[in-house]
């Protein structure tokens, strides 16, 4: 992922939602984010994975009935056989369709949004990667956090070399909602989200230690070379782990820590990460976005504002609202977004594309998170030894 740009254009995209019904989560997250940009109009899709609900909710979209489908499979099939049919899908289901769902879209042509984690085994990581490169698409995975402001600054502020070397990652994500055993109230998200047939092999690591993995990379550009894990279950009757601990070493010589928990009262959605460098730190919480710490060495605190024009291009070509008026996670989806659009357009208007024109996560992004959740178990798994951390899967 390299420095983005704006693609003046007036094409607009068309685009079919597989998941998103009503009562989910974040597929109505990721339909609010594409409105605010108007670049794309959802068209079809096949919403949920109970009938009704299914076209209850394409209804309530205003989709035609002809293009609410009853399965991902027919969707794929009779889309790509239409004159019109949609640029990109966006997958906003559990974790075990990813694969699924994406490989029937890409072998179509069709470009490609899919959710977090990537695919529950590092098998399907590797074919969705070759899938595609050979079928040339787009491929975007929605890791939310890189499309925040601030932390785009972030990643300037490493890059421009203001904080130096990086000697030290700390960085946590812990939440308390499944502190009891939520999934057995019929609460739906946490009932996939504990059970490794539709979430894979990580729990808490997976779910939200995957976007620790990302932002960091993201931020600081450091790749993991060990790590040692520590994954444990607390509540009892649980089969993945609702809280983890990971130590790195990093190739350049930094180490790092995590901390993912779904278990730490008083939490909420408490994304945190500090960098720390030869010259400098930085500091973000996703609960205050607006706001980005950063303290040279032997300089007092200085606390940056989103939007404030002593900011780099880089983080103001993000900017939506005044400083003051705050922006958040839709924001920071429709960030993502308009960077993929911007992408996609670009590809319909006949340009050719190369690295400089991808600026969002993209499936080898996806697949180095499912590598970072499996090299988690695995460590885990021998008694919390170190293991290669060193990111295996390659394109093509
Ligand atoms: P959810 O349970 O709230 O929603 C899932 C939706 O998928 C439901 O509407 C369900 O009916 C539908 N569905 C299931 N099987 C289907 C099928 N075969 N065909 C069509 N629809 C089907 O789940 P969620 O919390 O929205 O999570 C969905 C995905 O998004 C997960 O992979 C999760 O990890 C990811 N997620 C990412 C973020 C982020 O910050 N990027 C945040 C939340 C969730």
Redesign the pocket.
Known sequence: MIEGRNIESSVSLKYGQ????I?????P?HRAALAMNGQADLVCG?????VN??IETGKMLGVSSDRIYA??EDMAKRESERKDPIDFVDI????H??FSVAKSFIEKGINVVC???LCLTEEETSELVKLVKINNVQFMV???YDGYPMVIEAKHLVSSGQIGDIRLVVAEYPQDWLTSLLELTGQ??AA?RTNPKYAGLGGSIG?IGS?IENVVHFISGLEIDQLLAKLEIFVEGRSLDDNAFVLLKYKNGASGNYWSSQIAVGHENGLKIRIFGTEGKIEWEQENPNYLKFQKINSPLEVFTRGSSYLSEDSKNYVRLPAGHPEGYFEAFANLYRNFCDTLIAKKNGRDLNQNDVFFPTVLDGARGVQFIHDCVRSSELGSKWVDGTFKIKEG
């Open positions: 597989v998941g998103g019904g009562g989910s989560f974040i597929g997250v096949t919403f949920s994975s109970d609900r299914n399965n991902f906003a289901v559990p974790n369709l990813h959710e977090k984690p929605t890791y939310s739906k998200q996939w779910d976007h």
